[in-house]
């Protein structure tokens, strides 16, 4: 992934935190598991708010070779997935507990 924009390397949104530098999600302080992949298409999303992100641009960052099978395009939809589970679960538990 691309040097962040943010000068310190992070961004924060809501409770948790990114620290694009180290690759990690942190929530209230405590590190999140989140695999690679996943992890860098949050952080191009979150780098890029407001705007389109084509599966084409996605795998470029997650697989820099020209050479896209069947099994990169699978995989960039688990990543996407995975990330959207993700966020949907957020989402979900915060409107719970309003």
């Known amino acids: 992934m ?3 924009e ?7 949104f809501g409770v948790f935190e ?10 209230q302080g405590l590190k999140v ?4 992949q996943p992890f860098q298409v ?6 890029r708010p407001h ?8 795998q470029k960052v997650l697989w820099p070779s020209d050479t896209v ?3 990169d395009q699978a995989s960039t939809k688990q990543s996407i997935k995975s990330v959207t589970r993700w966020a949907i679960q957020r989402r ?3 409107f719970l507990r309003r």
């Open 33 to 36: 598991r989140l695999q690679n």
């Open 69 to 71: 099978g069947d099994f």
């Open 42 to 47: 949050l952080a191009m999303l979150l780098e």
């Open 18 to 27: 990114v620290d694009f530098r180290a690759g990690e999600l942190r929530k």
């Open 2 to 4: 691309a040097e962040s």
């Open 92 to 94: 979900v538990r915060a």
């Open 6 to 12: 943010y000068p310190t390397g992070r961004i924060r």
């Open 51 to 58: 705007e389109v992100i084509t599966r084409e641009e996605l």
